[in-house]
């Protein structure tokens, strides 16, 4: 994600932090400074750092659970919201989902357990005294041990709370959805959840304006769309599973020879639309040659240069057998727009996101199509 720099890595997990999130620091630090000065701001900006680091084991407790399943993980971001792992692809099983949200909740009743475990032995023996806890003056307790232990007792315990709501994107909306993949099937799971999901949003929102809690509106905001986008994701992802990419690739697609030069390559796309060419030596692909790279080279040389000078000698594989879905992944997880498809050893062709985004418009259109001649036909058998 733009914006966002590196701070640690942890179990081979990149941990980020987005430019935006210090926001949500210099916040903690206002709330606190207002009710008990400059001791007070630097008490609230620990409070969000150690809230943060709560989150981020939230969200290394998703990392982790993917990974033991073979899920790649490519990085988590701290956002001023809260923390987004990134996975490399989709569970495939809907148990696979159930595990990898509910990990990241247990990681939370952890830490709320071991802190409540602390503060039981601190009352115990006298050194903490609810007596003497300061509240109600702001958004935090007095700067001391105890309110800090206490404090992130109970934001943990609303962690939890919160990303339990049967809510997309929230944890809880996953759990949901695995659940009832489990019994009804995946598409029709992502339907109702996200439905559910959008419908809690819209309270949350309307609680929000009417308390002046700006902030809850923000995140019913934060949730309305988060489940607009998982629903859509998760029709193509069902409906991208029903096709192989050896079914989709241009049969018909022009391609290059390793004498060729860029002008070449530049008649090529104005006359014919193609944006990406292999080149071939004989029947072996060495490289790929996208539009970029046409235009890189125009703009950095004025020479004729041969096609082998800016071609891609590095591309990414993909079997025929391969499904739509599983490719778009695959390009997700490797950072590129356009795969080599291969029968065994042999090369068939290219496919690139675009051509999964227009096979998606076709199967989407004869889907509604069929719908359509199914609703005819029941009104007709009536």
């Excluded at 029903?242 to 090529?268: E, F, Q």
């Excluded at 591309?315 to 992944?329: G, H, I, N, Y």
């Excluded at 889907?367 to 036909?377: K, L, Y």
Aim: hydrophobic fraction near 55%; include cysteine.
């Amino acid at each position: 994600m733009r914006w966002s720099f590196r701070i640690a890595q942890v179990a081979g997990i990149d941990i980020k932090i987005h430019l935006t999130f210090f926001l949500i620091v210099i916040l903690g630090a206002i709330a606190g400074g207002a009710s008990y000065g400059a001791v007070g701001a630097a008490f609230g900006a620990l409070l969000i750092l150690l809230l943060f680091l709560c989150v981020t084991l939230h969200e290394l407790g998703h990392g982790i659970a993917a990974r033991a399943f073979g899920i790649p993980v490519r990085e988590i971001i701290l956002l001023p919201l809260g923390g987004l792992a990134l996975l490399g692809r989709n569970p495939s099983k809907a148990w696979h989902e159930l595990v990898i949200a509910a990990a990241g909740p247990l990681v939370n009743v952890i830490i709320a357990a071991v802190l409540l475990l602390v503060t039981g032995t601190a009352l115990a023996f006298g050194i903490f005294d609810l007596n003497t806890l300061e509240i109600g003056r702001g958004a935090f307790p007095a700067p001391s041990i105890q309110g800090l232990t206490l404090w992130l007792l109970q934001a943990n315990v609303l962690l939890v709370l919160f990303n339990m709501i049967p809510a997309f994107p929230l944890d809880g909306g996953r759990i949901l959805r695995s659940v009832l993949a489990m019994i009804i099937g995946f598409r029709r799971a992502t339907r109702i959840a996200t439905f559910l999901g959008q419908g809690i949003a819209i309270v949350l929102g309307i609680l929000g304006i009417l308390s002046g809690n700006f902030l809850l509106a923000l995140v019913a905001v934060f949730i309305f769309l988060g489940a607009g986008q998982e629903n859509a994701e998760g029709q193509a992802r069902t409906m991208l599973d029903t096709m192989r990419v050896g079914d989709a690739y241009n049969r018909h697609a022009l391609t290059l020879d390793i004498g060729d030069r860029v002008s070449k390559v530049v008649d090529y796309i104005l006359t014919s639309y193609q944006p990406d060419f292999a080149v071939m030596q004989n029947s072996r692909l060495i490289g790929i040659v996208t539009r970029e790279d046409v235009l890189r080279a125009l703009a950095s040389d004025t020479r004729d240069l041969y096609v082998t000078g800016i071609m891609q000698r590095e591309f990414v594989r993909v079997p025929a057998s391969a499904t739509l879905d599983e490719v778009r992944q695959v390009m997700s997880a490797q950072g590129t727009r356009v795969v080599a498809v291969y029968e065994g050893e042999v090369y068939l062709g290219l496919v690139s996101i675009e051509d999964i985004s227009e096979a998606y418009a076709v199967l989407s259109y004869l889907e509604r199509q069929q719908e359509a001649r199914r609703a005819q036909m029941a009104r007709d058998a009536t």
